[in-house]
């Protein structure tokens, strides 16, 4: 999507290793967000940032930890990963104003935990 | 925990007739959005009604919103099987200090040619 990456598209890896994904945006948007989708639970909210250094947890923070050194990237960390964490990973983006525009969401990450 | 709830879960229609999607929520919202998603891609944002809106339109989508029901339905007309996708309704709560958006489990329309 338009001004907004995400990377890798795709992993595997090992239960109980670090994963970093990454989230870079390229609209100056002062909101970031990560999610997490899986069946039967639709989007659930990981962590989030309202700005450089300010993050915050969401519903499902657990196991999981982020950074915010700059604007444009949003850093999620499984800190050692297992199973339960096996799911599409999805960053978003809003504006200043957010009762006036939506989200624009990247276009995933899949992680795989064996 | 999911603010909106999606209903039906699953619709099937034949391109041409139209869909409507409701959605239903617990709390006070600032505004409700609707999201589009393909199958393997991130979501895409549709359409957002403010709390003191009643009814939007976007080309073939129409949005309604009942804030004493806590409701919303989406309504796609004219289905083409290019609108085969989930679709999400997501809520912008009123709490304070929320800055976020909360997503319903989401629905599957399938537009058969």
């Known amino acids: 999507d338009a001004g907004i990456t995400q990377s890798p598209r795709h992993k595997v890896t090992e239960t109980g290793t670090p994963v970093t994904l990454r989230c870079h945006q390229t609209e100056n948007h002062r909101y970031m967000y990560w999610y997490r989708q899986d069946p039967g639970h639709g989007l659930r909210l990981i962590h989030y940032s309202y700005g450089v250094k300010d993050t915050d947890k969401g519903e499902v923070s657990d196991g999981y930890s982020v950074s915010r050194s700059k604007t444009e990237d949003f850093l999620l960390t499984l800190e050692s990963a297992t199973s339960s964490q096996t799911s599409v990973y999805f960053c978003?983006?809003?504006?200043?104003?957010?009762?006036?525009?939506?989200?624009?969401f990247g276009s995933g990450t899949r992680l795989t935990v064996v | 925990s999911q603010q909106g709830e999606e209903d039906p879960q699953a619709l099937s229609i034949q391109e041409g007739e139209n869909a409507t999607m409701n959605c239903s929520y617990k709390t006070s919202i600032n505004n409700l959005q609707w999201y589009r998603q393909n199958s393997g891609r991130g979501l895409v944002h549709l359409i957002l009604i403010r709390s003191n809106e009643r009814e939007k339109h976007s080309g073939r989508l129409r949005v309604t919103l009942d804030t004493s029901k806590k409701s919303s339905s989406l309504l796609i007309t004219a289905s083409r099987a290019a609108d085969t996708a989930s679709y999400f309704c997501a809520t912008d709560g009123v709490q304070g200090g929320s800055e976020k958006l909360v997503f319903g489990k989401g629905m599957k329309l399938t537009v058969n040619p």
């Open positions: 978003a983006i809003s504006e200043t104003n957010r009762q006036n525009y939506g989200y624009t």
